[in-house]
């Protein structure tokens, strides 16, 4: 794997992969508008992609029904530089027709306890927690 960080100039970067997939990237600076997320941001970003994508991958596999995954995250951060993570929490909304809870329960648990990298190096330094809520899209309301 191999990616580039290219200055834009003020407190823009951009950054691209082997794919030739490029984000833009930084902290605003003066009244310079804010060009997007900032670093921290697409590592928080990048956790959450990373554990949806195993959670989905693994309720697919087991044949469940889901038919959308959000992850939303909140962290801390340490006050005094280098300002690390110190607490994350992924909250997921699983939604589809007939989704067993359990499998969605497993899938999480799977993801934080085994395959999801990035969330095990932030695990390195965070408090990572998880929790989760099955919505069924079949259901009447």
Known sequence: MKARVTW???RTFLGSVEAGHTIAFGNAHGDSPKPGPSPMELMLIGTGGCSAYDVVHILEKGREPVEDCICDLSAERAETDPKVFTKIHMQFTVKGRGLDPKK??????????????????????AEVTHGFEVVDTGASG
Request: with cysteine; charged share 20%.
């Open 8 to 10: 834009a100039g003020d």
């Open 104 to 125: 969605v329960e497993r899938a999480v648990q799977l993801s934080a306890e085994k395959y999801c990298s990035a969330s095990a190096m932030m695990a390195a330094v």
